[in-house]
């Protein structure tokens, strides 16, 4: 449909339905809009920013009658910040709308059906809930220090020190760091020029230690940037919980907020935490979780769809500081985790050894490189069944980030013959792409469970429960033995698996499914 609209048109929508990035969605004249922070049931005056061939997008000017799910945000720059995309919607409408965002994935793009979905796991309080942020830091057109959040698809930082998902001691964190650097003479980084030298501040909390690292992101390669860095150190240590401080060196002209490496400037380099029982190290580049209440539930839900009964080989892929490797290890026989990242495997090892758990194994690399040659290798050195049986995977765990797996991974997890596949997800779109190519080779998709591990966002993490087939629909031809052109007698009739062989030419006798015997 030719548009007939024009940039800066203003125009009445009826938000009918909500796309995956949280925009409402409206038509006028057959047209339909795109408008960031409508909500479905929302009539809406809108203005026309831009213009595709068969869609375009507007900004909210005014809502005309609200939707009943629409709630005031709690956050006063909740649409200027780019974090909570659908803050202004009931928190129970959030959770019908990734309900339906993931199902409605698993059907489009990964042409399932036949799967039990169970409704998602959301949260009591939605609020205070994150266990990590990070501040990117700035200078207004006057020169004061800005440190807020980026706005959505900007680098324009929106002042923010009080947000409302996350921890409770951000804001005075943030108001010492700020303080030292307006004493010190201390400029924020400048993207544009490259210059200045605080780039971020990284903050993380233990939920249930209470422990808190401050973690400034420099522009620079040591420390001694940061001028008088004790009375920082000193000041934050009046905070209850502080227990490290650190800088972490990035002089790269790039969007990666982490350099690879950091210096205690006080402290210990980690803070702990638990999941379950299990302790943590989390160090600044570990991935952990930013949820630790739902994280609880979400593994518990992995561990149970994991079915271990003690006897079982598991394979952790993407495994970080040994988060699920670790809460899967007390229930398994043997555990091998794989992880890019080599700090965060070296957080999987001493995790693994304050915990007591000498069960589990770690790698570092890309888990589609370092999955496929090991398990080659070890295949080739595995002589005996009890050694075989030590690789073979009983139970695959993936989670992934955000683009899914490479699919030589998933031809090598094939390959494995694993019994049982539990796949976490933070993207229910790379997630339906993959469980397509898993069931296309011998895997059923069984349970879904999507879990909101981000309230107020438009992600959704969701675990997933696959079983192998005992053979695939292809691994099958059916034989028709029409016996009016066999000289048989009745007693006769009953063809060995040789001769149902000859019948059926060149395919194995393990692929017939059914044999018909055939009189006219």
Request: with cysteine; charged share 25%.
């Amino acid at each position: 449909m030719k548009s007939e609209f024009k940039k800066d048109d203003c125009v009445t929508l009826h938000i009918e339905d909500i796309g995956t990035g949280g925009e409402g969605i409206g038509k006028a004249d057959g047209f339909t809009f795109f408008v960031k922070d409508a909500i479905v049931g929302d009539v809406i005056e809108a203005k026309i920013m831009k213009l595709k061939k068969n869609y375009g997008y507007a900004r909210l000017m005014k809502v005309l009658t609200p939707s009943k799910d629409r709630v005031e945000p709690k956050c006063p720059v909740a649409r200027q910040c780019g974090g909570c995309q659908i803050q202004e919607m009931r928190y129970e409408a959030q959770l019908a709308f990734k309900q339906k965002m993931v199902q409605n994935n698993l059907e489009r793009i990964g042409g399932l059906s036949d799967f039990e979905m169970y409704p998602v796991i959301g949260m009591e309080t939605p609020y205070a809930y994150r266990n990590k942020a990070q501040f990117p830091v700035g200078e207004d057109k006057d020169g004061n220090i800005v440190i807020g959040f980026y706005a959505g698809r900007t680098h324009h930082i929106v002042e923010q020190t009080d947000c409302c998902i996350g921890a409770p001691e951000n804001g005075e964190v943030l108001r010492k760091v700020k303080a030292y650097m307006q004493k010190n003479q201390i400029r924020p980084y400048n993207e544009e020029h490259h210059s200045g030298i605080v780039r971020h501040i990284l903050i993380r909390t233990g939920y249930h230690t209470k422990e808190i690292m401050v973690c400034l992101i420099v522009n620079a390669a040591k420390a001694s940037c940061l001028k008088n860095a004790e009375q920082l150190t000193e000041s934050l240590r009046e905070m209850e919980g502080m227990t490290s401080v650190m800088v972490n060196f990035n002089t790269e002209k790039t969007n990666v907020i982490l350099g690879k490496k950091s210096e205690v400037l006080w402290g210990q380099p980690y803070i702990e935490d638990f999941i379950g029982d299990v302790k943590y190290q989390i160090s600044p580049q570990s991935f952990f979780q930013v949820n630790p209440m739902q994280t609880e539930k979400l593994y518990a839900k992995a561990l149970e769809y994991a079915g271990l009964t003690g006897n079982e080989t598991v394979w952790d892929l993407y495994c970080g500081i040994g988060t699920i490797s670790l809460f899967l290890a007390k229930n398994a026989r043997k555990v091998y985790g794989v992880e890019i990242v080599p700090q965060a495997i070296e957080d999987a090892r001493n995790n693994a050894k304050r915990n007591g758990i000498d069960n589990a194994e770690f790698f570092v690399g890309k888990a589609e490189e370092v999955v496929p040659a090991f398990y080659e290798k070890a295949l080739k050195q595995a002589q005996d069944s009890e050694a075989g049986k030590s690789i073979r995977p009983d139970v695959v765990v993936v989670d992934p980030p955000r683009k899914g797996c490479e699919e030589v991974l998933l031809e090598t997890i094939v390959k494995m013959q694993p019994q049982r596949i539990v796949y976490v997800s933070c993207d229910s779109a790379t997630l339906a792409r993959d469980l397509k190519f898993l069931s296309a080779n011998g895997y059923a998709v069984k349970k879904v469970q999507p879990v909101d591990q981000f309230g107020h966002s438009v992600h959704v993490e969701t675990v997933v429960l696959l079983s192998q087939l005992k053979q695939k629909p292809d691994d099958y031809i059916n034989v028709t033995i029409e016996l009016d052109d066999m000289d048989i007698t009745s007693a006769e009739t009953k063809a060995t698996y040789d001769e149902i062989k000859k019948i059926a030419g060149s395919h194995s006798a393990q692929k017939i499914k059914k044999v018909q015997l055939w009189r006219h």
